[in-house]
């Protein structure tokens, strides 16, 4: 997930090489994204496991093994089930909160070395989980970590990387995030085969990757930003050619001091956001992670086993319906980080739109037949759950590669960088907040409207399409220094955008300059 902080005058080709120290880098930055999701992915598989339901949340196995006449719907109903999954979205919002500070203050380092420790001991304490207590501060601190990485991993990996590799390893966070659900599902499937004590191995797996940026945030150097930001002007210089490969860093370095100064005249970013030449900047920091969660994706990434068993899979084909929709997810991230500059961001969130909401309804329709109100299926044949499943599939395809991946793009690459902090921050917040409360109430919801949730997430579905299409300019290839004409031409924005410059001390134009 892309962090806050500045990326100098975009736009603009710097010589460098894609060096050792680069690609190491991207290794450890990968790592980032891959627990980020091993997190999302892990936790519906191993509520789905009979052995840990039975140690962790009697009630629920009692109620979902027992009690045949329960109502489908409800049989995961519990509140301590659900804030299993969601606390960890709490904790890593308040984290980012002080991540941000730790990073611009003490380098992306030390915020890469915490994240690493905090994973760790949360991947611990979850494999050696006694009782619920346990498990929820296993899940807390690595929410925690979280937290950490998400802030200081991406930026670190756009202030590393030369200029020209920025877009593609952006996405490229996504592909990790998406690469971690599916190292999940597919641990969960083989790990629940193991006795009674598979899920430990599946919690305490996150311990590799933990590691990896753990050991890798004291073995690289700091970026030359960082340094900047610190005023080690001569050390930024020699970093800077080491990590290009290359002598000639000036223009790059100058820019670079030109950027960190710019951005240190911004006296309040937070002020600066509520200016009304920002409503289309702050509207969409807030309107787009909402409705990236509003999509419904993370019942599925959360509970894909869960639901699965639900709509009558057995416990083993519900763990591989998991699995598929992980294979799925990582596919259609591909297309998109193939399309997302060639098709442009509008194409891929409208065609996404339209082809989640038929999924959705058809869903809908088809547990709705089948299970009715009282959530009671009878004799379900197969090819019924197969069918849902296929749908499913087909949804999960259309939100990897338009709302997953550009819910996060689109955001960071309208903001100009007198307000990008204060706004990726709000964009990271926002998700997390909606976030945890779609893995907080979505079971409940799932007892209450029944087959009428997959319509609820439908019904929004309709709305942000409905958005995008009235209020979303286009922004393929649009270079940041442009992005403001983007607005200025838009029917509804342009009359936010005055061609005023910002009093002094007040902020930084960029109109020219980039
Ligand atoms: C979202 C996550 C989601 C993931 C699925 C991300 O873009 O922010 O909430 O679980 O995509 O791949």
């Not at 380092?109 to 760790?120: E, I, P, Q």
């Not at 309804?361 to 009878?378: E, H, L, N, Q, R």
Request: glycine content about 10%; hydrophobic content about 50%; charged content about 15%.
């Amino acid at each position: 997930m892309p962090a806050g902080g500045f990326v100098p005058r975009e736009g603009k080709a710097y010589p460098g090489n894609l060096t050792p120290f680069v690609t190491i880098t991207c290794i450890v930055a990968a790592m980032g994204g891959l627990i980020f999701g091993y997190d999302i992915g892990i936790s519906g598989g191993v509520t789905s496991m009979a052995p840990f339901l039975k140690k962790f949340f009697p009630s629920v196995y009692r109620k979902e093994v027992e009690d045949t006449s329960t109502n489908q719907y409800c049989k995961f109903d519990s509140q301590t089930l659900t804030m299993f999954t969601s606390s960890l979205y709490l904790a890593a919002l308040l984290a980012s909160i002080g991540a941000s500070t730790v990073t611009r203050l003490f380098g992306r380092k030390l915020s890469m070395l915490l994240g690493g420790v905090l994973f760790c001991a949360g991947a611990i304490v979850n494999a050696f989980a006694r009782d619920v207590v346990m498990l929820i501060v296993g899940r807390i601190l690595l929410g925690f970590g979280v937290g950490f990485a998400n802030q200081s991993v991406p930026l670190y990996l756009s202030e590393m990387a030369p200029y020209r590799y920025r877009g593609v390893l952006n996405l490229g966070f996504q592909l990790s995030i998406s690469t971690g659900i599916v190292v999940a599902n597919v641990l969960n499937y083989f790990f629940a085969k193991v006795s009674d004590w598979g899920w430990r191995l599946s919690l305490g797996g996150a311990v590799v990757p933990a590691l990896i940026i753990t050991v890798g945030s004291l073995l690289l150097p700091d970026t030359p930003n960082s340094l900047i930001e610190r005023g080690r002007h001569d050390e930024a210089v020699a970093k800077l050619k080491r990590i290009r490969g290359i002598d000639d860093v000036d223009a790059e370095f100058n820019d670079l001091v030109a950027a960190s100064e710019e951005s240190r005249k911004v006296k309040n970013p937070w002020r600066n956001l509520l200016r009304q030449k920002y409503r289309p900047h702050l509207t969409m920091a807030i309107a787009i992670p909402i409705f990236q969660q509003l999509t419904g994706i993370n019942a599925i990434m959360f509970y894909a086993p869960v639901l699965f068993q639900t709509i009558g899979l057995g416990d083993d084909a519900s763990l591989m319906s998991a699995v598929i929709t992980g294979c799925v997810n990582v596919a259609a991230t591909l297309v998109s980080i193939y399309g997302v500059d060639r098709w442009g961001r509008r194409f891929l969130f409208l065609e996404g739109g339209i082809q989640m909401l038929v999924c959705q309804i058809i869903v809908a329709v088809c547990i709705g037949v089948k299970f009715g109100v009282k959530g009671d299926p009878g004799d379900l044949p197969k090819w019924y759950a197969v069918v849902v499943v296929l749908f499913i599939c087909i949804y999960v395809t259309a939100f990897a590669w338009s709302w997953g991946p550009l819910g996060w793009l689109v955001p960071r690459e309208i903001l100009p960088l007198e307000i990008r902090s204060a706004a990726q921050s709000i964009n990271v917040s926002v998700n997390m907040i909606f976030t945890f409360a779609v893995a907080q109430i979505f079971l409940t919801m799932l007892c209450h409207l029944k087959f009428g949730l997959f319509l609820f997430f439908a019904f929004f579905v309709i709305v942000m399409s409905i958005f995008v299409y009235f209020l979303l300019p286009e922004t393929k290839g649009v270079p940041i220094e442009e992005m403001r004409i983007a607005w200025k031409n838009h029917p509804y924005w342009g009359s936010f955008i005055l061609d005023d410059k910002l009093p002094a001390g007040a902020g930084v134009e960029l109109d020219k300059n980039g």
